[in-house]
């Protein structure tokens, strides 16, 4: 194997989505436990959510290879670097590690991957033109990372957990929308039923902004119940100034480059999520 294939066969696993979700899985572990889980349960829960969403990335790939020929002809598949085949393969393999690292945890766990398995599967395959439902699979598929972090642990119903795997799917949904308003003619082009389609990019725009709204009204929510400690606070506040500004941005149709802000709000987000386990790790 040459040295450029296992490179490319590296850069389909997009290591800093994949371990994104991962960190979402150990985060829900430390908080539904308010203590540090065993190596086993971090280890179990972090590898089966990071190889189930590599696997989905893996895939995205191999059913997008003849748009990404137009839109992002570097990528290892239209490049050449990596075949069809060999991506499908890894995508097995993966998928494979995935499930029997999530049956080392139990069979709840385990049935809880097949059905993200499966959304990302059918996501890729069939729904991703669909519009709504589409993005709801996504964000679907992202906040199940936290159930699945609650659940590796015994503590599947605990109220924080799913609080955030909600604000996470919200959050994630309101970034789907908004990059599709960005992108309402590539959706024309490729038969998307997308809400920028149906309603414009500057109305789907609004919904999108009223998304992220709905996030920000919420946040404070863990602190009024008690679910989260005070000291959660600071990463909180900074994400929902960062929320603030981004959706301003976003709703002025005059600012180039907003793709931008899409991005900033979900690595404000990653690096909460960072912050959350640092505090959760100095605080025990």
């Not at 572990?29 to 349960?41: C, D, I, K, V, Y």
């Not at 398995?117 to 709801?136: D, E």
């Not at 500057?202 to 679910?227: C, D, H, N, Q």
């Not at 600071?234 to 929320?243: L, T």
Request: overall charge positive; some cysteine; glycine content about 8%.
């Amino acid at each position: 194997m040459t040295k450029s294939k296992l490179i490319g066969l590296f850069r389909l696993f997009r290591f800093e989505l994949s371990c994104s979700a991962g960190a979402c899985a150990l985060l829900a572990e430390l908080l539904a436990l308010g203590s540090l889980p065993s190596f086993r349960q971090a280890a179990y829960g972090f590898l089966t959510i990071f190889f189930i969403s590599a696997t989905a990335l893996i895939l995205n790939d191999c059913f997008d290879i003849e748009t990404d020929r137009i839109n992002a002809p570097s990528r290892p598949l239209p490049s050449g670097v990596v075949t069809k085949t060999e991506a499908i393969l890894l995508a097995t393999v993966v998928a494979l590690l995935g499930f029997l690292s999530g049956l080392m945890i139990g069979v709840e766990a385990f049935f809880v991957v097949c059905i993200v398995w499966v959304a990302g599967f059918l996501y890729n395959w069939r729904l991703k033109k669909s519009g709504l439902i589409g993005n709801l699979i996504v964000g679907f598929s992202v906040g199940m990372s936290f159930v699945f972090g609650g659940i590796t642990v015994g503590q599947p119903y605990e109220k924080i957990v799913w609080f955030l795997a909600l604000t996470t799917m919200i959050v994630d949904l309101g970034e789907e929308i908004a990059a599709d308003a960005l992108d309402v003619e590539g959706d024309r082009k490729t038969g998307s039923r997308s809400l920028a389609v149906r309603f414009g990019p500057e109305r789907t725009m609004k919904i999108a902004a009223a998304i992220f709204g709905i996030v920000i009204a919420g946040s404070a929510l863990p602190f009024i119940f008690g679910w989260l400690e005070w000291f959660y606070l600071p990463p909180i506040v900074i994400f929902d100034a960062v929320i603030i500004y981004s959706a301003r941005r976003l709703l002025n149709p005059r600012i180039p480059d907003r793709i931008n802000d899409i991005r900033r709000i979900y690595l404000s987000g990653s690096v909460m999520i960072v912050a959350f386990i640092i505090i959760r790790l100095v605080v025990n």
